[in-house]
């Protein structure tokens, strides 16, 4: 089979999820989006699922047994690649296991650089600002037991320039990178799951 169902999970405004909407919906991707999950009632990542019709569940994160939820949820809707878009919640033992070689997350910097706890949203920018970096980027990776560890698909690079501020950097890794190598990452792998 080459097209995935594909499980998605968002924290946020899921700019990186409705690139993968477009692919899917403009066929350069097989794959299609069978559910988008999030921990937060308010992601828009929810809203623009809802747009599509694509099944739109929240979990709350303060409910006993989120983790089983989050993964039965998953086995549900027979989800056979998991993709973390924007999802700012560490992902639990289980359901790595479960879905060994069938995780990717995205990451705004070149990891292994400025990846792991306290790297996440605006934070990842601003250290690679004050850090004087001439270069950043994106990279997408499979997703094992660390943070940011797994091992990488997909990085790209682009210039950060003198008068970039975090804010700046931010939006040109989103438009210029990430909302094209995590499509690409995704055809890759329709491939070869
Ligand atoms: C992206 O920068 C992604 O790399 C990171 O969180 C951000 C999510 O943005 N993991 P969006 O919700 O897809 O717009």
Redesign the pocket.
């Known amino acids: 089979m080459r097209g995935l169902r594909l499980g998605v999970l ?1 924290s ?6 409705q690139s993968i909407i477009d692919a899917a919906e403009n066929g350069m991707l097989e794959s299609q989006i069978v559910c988008v999950i999030s921990n937060k009632e308010q992601a828009y ?1 929810l809203e623009r699922a809802r747009k599509h019709h694509i099944p739109a569940i929240y979990i709350n994160p303060k409910t006993e047994g989120y983790d089983e939820k989050l993964l039965k949820t998953l086995q549900d809707h027979k989800v056979d690649m998991v993709v973390l ?2 999802y700012l919640k560490i992902i639990d033992k289980d359901l790595v296991e479960a879905y060994k070689g069938r995780i990717i ?4 910097s070149l990891l292994p650089k400025y990846g792991g706890k306290g790297y ?2 605006i934070h990842v920018h601003e250290a690679v600002i004050a850090a004087g970096e001439r270069e950043s980027g ?1 990279t997408v990776h499979h997703v094992d037991a660390g943070i940011d560890t797994g091992e990488t698909i997909l990085q790209r690079k682009l210039e950060v320039y003198e008068e970039d501020t975090p804010q700046s950097l ?1 939006q040109r ?2 438009s210029e990178i ?1 909302h094209k190598i995590l499509v690409e990452a995704i055809a890759l792998l329709e491939g070869r799951l």
């Open positions: 968002v946020g405004s899921g700019s990186n999820l990542g878009a924007g997350n995205i990451h705004p996440y949203g994106a931010q890794i989103l990430e």
